[in-house]
Every structure is written in C-alpha cells, then in structure tokens.
C-alpha cells in the first residue's frame, strides 16, 4: 500500500468530520460612490495616510463620512473613521478589500470636524489619526439607542430667550463701563468673520467667571455655539455653577419617563466616566448641546458654524496633550476659530508673551495657529478701584519703614496687617509649593545664575560640571553680571513647617491647610470667619458668605517671593506672576479694606505687574527677552528627543544640521545656529532595570525657524518621523511643536 492510499484508522462514530466550505457570498459594491477613504484607528506615523475600501450596496446609506466602521488591515480587524466617498481608488482593484460592518451609523466626526482635524494635524506635525484618538470618546454602543434630546415648546424656548436677552444687556452695559474695545468684541459676536482678543479680566473671585458667561449667552442667542477650556476641574465647577445662576441648563435627563436628555451646555473631560463622556460628545456633534465646557479634552468638541472658542490661563502646563502630536489648546481653539470664521478669545490675568506679541500689529506673523488679536484692557481708575492695596515689603521698603525684622519669612509689618485682617475676616496665605526643588545661584547677590549664551539656567550634575538646561553649553569661569561674583550655591526652598512657624505668630487662630500633599487635601471651601488658610498655588480655597463682601478674603500674603528667581522653564516669570494674581483676585478690594503683601525679594518687573494689576509690563519685557534670544514666540520652536543617533539623524533629514536650509536663523544679534543642544536627559529614578539600557543616551534638542516656516518644520518632522519608523530604525524618537516644559 503506497503513502498516497494509507489512512489514518478511526474507531466506529468517531471518525472525524468533513468541513463543508461555506461558499462565499458575492458582494456588490455601491452604485454611488463605492470607494471609502479610511481613517484607521493606526498611531503609527508613516500609516497616518487614508485607506481604500470598497462599500456594499448594503452598507452604502450607513457608511457615510464621519461614521465608524470595521475594515480588515494587515490581518488584523481594526477601527476606523470613514473620510469620504469617493468614484475611483488609486489602490489596484485587486488589492481593495470590502468594509466589514458599520459600527456607528452615527456621524461621530462631522464634516467641519474632520476639516479641523486635518489642520490640527498638519500643524503639529502628527496624523489625524493621532487627534482621532484624543478627540473622539471610546465607544459606548447603549449610549446611541438612548432618546437623548428632550422636546422643549416654543412658549418656554422663547421666555428663556427674553431671559437671556436680559442678563446679556445688563452684563453688556456693566462691560462697557469698565474695559475698552469691548464693544469689538460684542461686534465680533454678532458677525460672521473671524476675530481673535486678548483679554485682561479685571480682579475678583468671580469677575472671569461673569465675563465668559456674558460671551456665552451672546453667542447662544447669536445661535453660534461655545467652546471653554478651563485649566482644571474647579475652574468647570465654578463656570457651571455662573451659567446655572443666569438660566443655562445643564445637560442632564429630563423628568419624563423615556429617560431624555435635555440642556443648554455639557461638562466634556478626559476625567469623565465613558458612558457620560460619549453621551455629551453625541449630543454636541448632533447639535442638541450648543455650549461645551471642560478641560483641554473639550478643545476638540464637535461644534459646527461660527463658534466661540475661549479659553482661561493660555500659560497652564495643562493645556498641553500629553500623547503624540502634543498639540496646545491655546493653538488649536485659534486654529479651529480661524476655519470656522468664529471668535477665539484668550482670557488671562497675567498675559501670556504669545498675547503679548499677538497684540503688536506691527511685528506679529500669521501662522495656522497665531496672528494678531485685540486687546481688551480695563480702564485704569476702574481697574484701581476693583483691586486691592497691594504692597512689595522686600528690604528697602522694610527698612524705610523702620522694621527690625528684615530678612524674616514673615516680618513684623505683615503681622500687624494680617492681625488687623483676621478681626473681620479669613486671611490667605500662598506658599509656592510643597515638596523642595533645588537651583544654582550667586552666593554673594543671590541672583540666579544662568548661561551667557542663551540666558537659560545653569544646573549642576552629578560629575559636578556646570551647564545649561536649555543649549547645554558648559560653563567654565562663571561671573555674576550683576556683582561679578565668581561662586555658585544651591538654593533648596521647601514650605513643610510653615503652619508650625505660623501658628507661633499668630496664637489661638485657626490654621486651615489646602495643599495636594495634605492628609485633608484641597479643601473646597471654607464659610466667612476668622481663621488662617494656608495654600499653594491652584488650591486656594473659595470664601462662602452671605452676600458678596462675605465671599472675598480680607487679606492676602505671598509668601516666599524670592522663589520666583529660582524658578525653571522659558514662561516662569509668566507662571508666578499667573499664580500670584489668583490668589490676589480672591482679596477684597481696596473700597472695603482689602491688603495684598507680597514678601520677599524679586523681579522687580514682576512686583510691579502684580501692584498695578498690569501684566503687559512683564508681557513686554520678556518679549524683548525672546527677541535678544531668539525664542518662541518670536520665532517658531520644535523639542526633538530621543536617543542620540536617532534626534542627530532627525535634525540632518530635516536640514537643521549640516548645512541645510534650516541649519541657521537670523536675529537681531545677527545670524545664530537655529539648534540648541542637545542636552542629555537625566534617567528616570523609577525605571524597571529592563528598560534601563533603553534610557542611557537620551538627549533633547530644540530647533528654532521663522515663524513663517512653522508649518513647513511640522511637515519635516513629521516626514522623517514616519522615516523612522518604516526603516525600523532603533531608538526613541519624538517631537513637540511649541513647546513649554521641555525648554
């Protein structure tokens, strides 16, 4: 018997089955359009591109753009967002395969959603798949068979109008009295053409908070949608409690029994629980919500038309993506203004340096995400008169006024004043951390000590060298340029005992703590009594009171001024001086004997912004700053990092090395290398030993370019990025356009 006739032997029954081959069925592609271009759900930058596929007849009315559907890529089912529809594929037939299913008949990413991820894509160097995955909420299938929108009749939509018309007039004719060039901004709200502001609010717990709501409901009635992104989760608390107080709904079920949703603005954060997430994403990209607030998840709500995008704090470090493109909320919410002939609005009580260069008409450039704004400033005797008395006690004010405690954390001056306070009222006291941070200075001034090249600071490491956080640059022979001192120290600041040191000045008060580390934590709120509140930055408690005067502090301290000469990275000045008028906005004014002290030494630019409540002093002295240094804003700016051959590879293929179109740039000071760096990155000290070896040779670099080049380095970085990737080249390799934390 040959191999070909041998069989394997069965027992009776149990021989084993013949699989009958199910016949395929034929598909037939859709009469209309048959070819969907495809976003798929691919982080991987060289596969950022659209994909073929054939649409079935059968899935031709559900498979429209903007819906989800499941295709087959690379043996693998994956998840994508339907671009387009197309005639004809570029693709062989051969190799087009049909789409599998629809998952979502609804249209997730609308038409002028998808325009806007492209721009945002194309301006940060990522793909649009990169923004799909922040922009769009996972998936939740009960969510879509809800009956979300709740039937509302035309007796109550038109009260509700009068109502609101109402509040917009009184807010509006209140506006009027205090700041200037309002009255652009309420023109801007009412066309239909693109306008960018910066705005300088004036101080008050709550004084932003009734401004945005003013814009909102001009909006609203305008019948343009809103877009707020708020530094954190308070600031949306805040806000939404302001928009229930003038007659805003929020999104939430109605009282009927088919389980309804209904409302006139929606909370959107990455901190949302999926099911409600998705349910405020649906019904903004469906039109039911027109008003959206949150964090910078929000930047990318669904709106459509000539909507209003605002945001609060543009110089927060959180508005910054944390995932690949690393795209700012201040750039995108400017961006997407621009694409929608909408108003963008930039609200900070310390201006950004990107506010500050976008207000002079005369040096700004226009790129995807910045150009010139209006600025809108309060009225001085106004802006006097809403503030509070804020005093400088650094040590020639101390010694004029005869204080024996000079060079005291809390010297006798501010006791007296604090004392006084405490008899009618709580008193907030802000410290600038809570852990120790360390930085090299004068050991004969105490000025910071930073590099001559590039004005960065210098850091010591571990060898015991000197060098640059920013260009890297070793520093040998080092001189003071303000007393020529030639010795460095470590300055170590920490605030762990200060309610211990408080306590002992000021007996029998009680003490409240609201600081992350704290076993309590942030606390919330505190009522209007005498008592001692002790807080860093973004963690002050609010007052509640009885009426207005009861929800303010009767006085405020800042405490360790000196810090902010220590502190790191390009907007630390802008950081502090952020900080700093926060917790100065929730202080009475003066008109009812509000005091703000501000103690210790520091830049002297930066006291007097926070005693006349103009940040535009220190707006425009780091602008001239960045000019001499050629920094962002003044130039565009890219972060590459990763290991070394790879980020030295990156910056030959994009012509910042070696010669090429973008090795140099020129300056005022004439014409400088466009790279600074690298720099080595220190080691992770949490690392898993596997992976240790993966981390030994990372370095960063910074590639600076004209602002009019911007778009052409995202496009660069983005090309040799994808060029590493497909050549499977080894190494960690990224980059961030406009960065903030990483110079």
């Not at 930039?346 to 008409?361: G, I, L």
């Amino acid at each position: 018997m040959s191999t070909e006739d041998a069989e394997q032997l069965a027992l009776d029954g149990l021989a084993p089955r013949k699989r009958r081959k199910r016949a395929s069925t034929p598909k037939t592609p859709a009469a209309e359009h048959p070819i969907a271009q495809v976003v798929l759900d691919i982080q991987a930058t060289h596969l950022g591109q659209t994909f073929d596929y054939y649409v079935e007849e059968k899935y031709s009315e559900d498979a429209q753009p903007g819906v989800m559907v499941r295709v087959r890529f690379g043996g693998q089912r994956v998840n994508g967002i339907v671009w387009n529809r197309t005639d004809t594929s570029e693709t062989p037939e051969s190799s087009l395969r049909f789409i599998e299913r629809v998952v979502s008949d609804h249209v997730l990413v609308p038409a002028s959603m998808r325009n806007d991820v492209t721009l945002i894509a194309d301006a940060f160097g990522g793909t649009r798949a990169n923004i799909l995955r922040l922009a769009v909420p996972a998936r939740v299938a009960r969510v879509e068979q809800e009956h979300r929108l709740g039937n509302r009749t035309n007796i109550e939509k038109n009260r509700r109008r009068e109502s609101l018309a109402e509040v917009e007039r009184e807010s509006y004719e209140q506006l009027q009295r205090q700041y200037g060039n309002i009255n652009l901004l309420h023109e801007a709200l009412e066309s239909q053409r693109f306008q960018s502001f910066v705005f300088d609010p004036l101080p008050g717990a709550d004084h932003w908070r009734q401004c945005a709501a003013w814009m909102v409901v001009l909006a609203l009635l305008q019948g343009k949608p809103a877009v707020l992104v708020l530094p954190t989760m308070r600031e949306i608390e805040d806000m939404a409690e302001t928009l229930q107080a003038i007659g805003l709904r929020p999104f939430a079920p109605t009282q009927s029994s088919d389980g309804a949703y209904d409302g006139d603005f929606a909370i959107l954060n990455a901190q949302m629980a999926p099911v409600e997430r998705y349910r405020a994403y649906l019904a903004t990209s469906e039109g039911q919500v027109r008003c959206v607030i949150g964090t910078r998840a929000a930047m990318y709500a669904p709106v459509d038309g000539n909507a209003l995008f605002f945001i609060l704090d543009d110089v927060c470090y959180q508005d910054a993506d944390g995932m690949m493109p690393y795209a700012n909320a201040r750039g995108v919410l400017r961006l997407r203004a621009k694409s929608h002939n909408g108003v963008f609005v930039a609200m900070a009580n310390a201006r950004s340096v990107q506010s500050q260069w976008e207000t002079d008409a005369a040096h700004v450039r226009t790129t995807q995400v910045s150009g010139f704004s209006t600025p809108i400033h309060a009225f001085p005797a106004v802006t006097k008169e809403a503030s509070p008395w804020i005093r400088w006690l650094n040590r020639d004010e101390l010694a004029r006024l005869a204080d024996a405690t000079i060079g005291a954390r809390v010297p006798h001056t501010a006791v007296r004043v604090l004392s006084k306070a405490l008899g009618s009222g709580p008193v907030l006291l802000s410290i600038p951390q809570d852990g120790i941070s360390e930085a090299l200075s004068c050991a004969k001034c105490h000025r910071q000590a930073r590099c001559s090249y590039c004005t960065g600071p210098l850091e010591r490491l571990l060898d015991g060298s000197v060098r640059c956080r920013w260009c890297g640059s070793a520093t040998v022979q080092w001189a003071c340029p303000a007393c020529r001192g030639e010795r460095m120290r470590v300055v170590r600041v920490g605030a762990a005992g200060t309610a211990q040191e408080l306590s002992r000045l000021f007996r029998g008060v009680p003490i409240v703590l609201s600081t992350p580390s704290q076993p309590r934590g942030i606390v919330s709120d505190i009522g209007f009594t005498p008592q001692l509140v002790i807080a860093t930055p973004g963690a002050e408690p609010r007052v509640r009171g009885r009426n207005p005067s009861e929800c303010e502090y009767r006085a405020v301290a800042i405490l360790d001024a000196w810090t902010s000469l220590y502190a790191f990275g390009i907007d630390a000045g802008i950081d502090t001086l952020t900080s700093w008028m926060r917790a100065v906005s929730l202080c009475a004014p003066r008109i009812r004997g509000g005091q703000a002290l501000v103690i210790g030494e520091t830049d002297p630019t930066l006291a007097q912004s926070l005693m006349l409540w103009n940040s535009t002093l220190l707006a425009q002295t780091e602008l001239q700053e960045r000019e001499q240094t050629a920094l962002p804003p003044v130039f565009a700016a890219a972060c590459v990092w990763g290991r070394r051959d790879a980020v030295k590879a990156m910056l030959e293929r994009i012509g910042a090395l070696g010669g090429g179109d973008m090795s140099a740039i020129e300056t005022a000071e004439g014409v400088l290398p466009s790279v600074l760096g690298p720099v080595p990155i220190p080691q992770p000290r949490t690392i898993d030993s596997r992976e240790l070896e993966g981390t030994a040779d990372r370095v960063k670099a910074v590639v600076r370019v004209p602002q009019s080049r911007r778009g052409e380095l995202a496009l660069r970085l983005r090309s040799a990025s994808a060029l590493h990737v497909a050549a499977r080249e080894p190494g960690e390799l990224r980059f961030q356009l406009d960065p903030k934390e990483r110079i």
